[in-house]
């Protein structure tokens, strides 16, 4: 039994860190013409990494102005989507990760690549 505590203070001490520091990973895949997937669903103050894909045979983005504005971010992550623009481009074959914490709303996505939205490049992000 004199391990117990010893087994209590090292959980008690371990979990909390692993949990405010890991971030969670998605994966969104960008084709011609879709989000997979075209709805996402994120955690209001978890902060995530989103691993973008374009596996389409041009060039995609991910266009979300209003959701990467209200989320927190560093530097370096904000200047992968464009900084206001909120956007995350990417050529035929490339990825790209963004981590950020993301705000409570519901987003419009959508490609702004001339006519993809019309083809079905749209998405939408609840974050609660
Ligand atoms: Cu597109």
Same mark, same amino acid.
Do not use: Q, W
């Given at each position: 039994?004199? =391990?117990? %505590?010893?087994?209590?203070?090292?959980?008690?001490?371990?979990? %909390?860190? @692993?949990?405010?520091?890991?971030? $969670?990973?998605? &994966?969104?895949?960008? /084709?011609?013409?879709?989000? &997979? %997937?075209? +709805?996402?669903?994120?955690?209001? #103050?978890?902060?995530? @990494?989103?691993? =973008?894909?374009?596996?389409?045979?041009? #060039?995609? +983005? =991910? @266009?979300?102005?209003?959701?990467?504005?209200? /989320?927190?971010? +560093? $530097?370096?992550?904000? $200047?992968?989507?464009?900084? /206001?623009? #909120?956007?995350?481009?990417?050529? *035929?074959?490339?990825?790209?990760?963004?981590?950020?914490?993301?705000?409570? #709303?519901?987003? *419009?996505?959508?490609?702004?690549? =001339?006519?993809?939205? &019309?083809?079905?490049?749209?998405? *939408?992000? @609840?974050?609660?």
């Amino acid at each position: 039994m004199r =391990f117990l %505590p010893v087994i209590a203070a090292a959980i008690a001490l371990s979990v %909390p860190v @692993t949990a405010a520091e890991l971030p $969670a990973k998605v &994966t969104v895949t960008m /084709a011609n013409f879709s989000y &997979t %997937p075209a +709805d996402l669903h994120l955690h209001a #103050g978890h902060p995530v @990494t989103i691993h =973008f894909v374009n596996n389409g045979s041009g #060039g995609h +983005d =991910f @266009t979300a102005e209003e959701f990467f504005a209200a /989320a927190t971010m +560093d $530097a370096a992550d904000r $200047a992968r989507v464009g900084g /206001a623009k #909120g956007r995350v481009s990417l050529g *035929k074959g490339e990825a790209s990760d963004v981590t950020l914490t993301p705000t409570a #709303g519901t987003f *419009k996505v959508h490609c702004s690549h =001339f006519m993809h939205s &019309t083809m079905g490049m749209t998405g *939408k992000i @609840t974050v609660d």
